[in-house]
């Protein structure tokens, strides 16, 4: 991790959040961000612009027509593992829990289709971007607040919602305890700083 995002992580509160992310196991399916014309450099958009940046500004709008790519088959839980590790993708079941508690602000939705190896292609999944600018919001990405990541830093209150909507095969932990093992990995690293 960088210098910088060290410092903001050291800057935050993590207690009573938890990190939740999709499970990874191989029986999960597993997904990627795709679009028409996808180079072998997969993150290069249309155009030559960084998916990665895309995203960091929050401009879904510019984004070329897109969909969730499957690379590993398997059960599609409330939130699918994403392999770049840069998307949060939810079933509309996770953003249905997230409205009906009254979480409809600090996050963008993309939804997406998502298109097996085998088999048509479905609706029901979206790309959760939060709207990272806020770091006292009820959702946030994790570790990073200025990026998008496939893990989200969720206050207490959202974890129950989900939880009491049925929400599944989340993996959740602890958010105060992997902030201080990333923080203190990175001061014991002698490249940091």
Same mark, same amino acid.
């Given at each position: ?5 060290? *410092?903001?992580? @050291?800057? /935050?509160?993590?207690? &009573? ?13 597993? $997904? /990627? ?40 088959? $398997?059960?599609? &839980? ?5 392999? *770049? ?24 939705? /993309?939804?997406? @289709?998502?298109?097996?190896?085998? &088999?048509? $292609?479905?609706? $029901?999944?979206?790309? /959760? ?27 207490? @209150? ?32 002698? @490249?940091?700083?």
């Amino acid at each position: 991790m960088l210098t910088s995002e060290i *410092a903001v992580m @050291e800057r /935050l509160t993590y207690e &009573g959040r938890s990190i939740v992310q999709a499970r990874s196991g191989r029986r999960q399916a597993w $997904g /990627l961000l795709a679009w028409e014309g996808q180079q072998e450099a997969w993150n290069v958009l249309p155009g030559g612009r960084d998916v990665g940046d895309v995203l960091r500004s929050g401009d879904l709008d510019s984004l070329p027509s897109c969909w969730i790519k499957i690379w590993n088959t $398997g059960a599609y &839980g409330d939130m699918m593992w994403d392999g *770049a590790m840069m998307f949060s993708f939810v079933s509309d079941r996770f953003v249905k829990a997230l409205q009906d508690a009254g979480f409809v602000t600090g996050y963008q939705l /993309l939804p997406l @289709e998502v298109r097996p190896k085998k &088999g048509d $292609g479905f609706s $029901g999944y979206s790309l /959760l971007l939060p709207d990272n600018r806020d770091p006292d919001v009820p959702i946030r990405s994790f570790p990073y607040v200025n990026r998008a990541t496939s893990s989200l830093d969720l206050a207490e @209150e959202v974890l129950s919602a989900l939880a009491g909507a049925g929400v599944d095969a989340l993996e959740v932990e602890d958010a105060s305890l992997r902030a201080a093992a990333l923080i203190a990995a990175a001061e014991d690293d002698p @490249e940091h700083g």
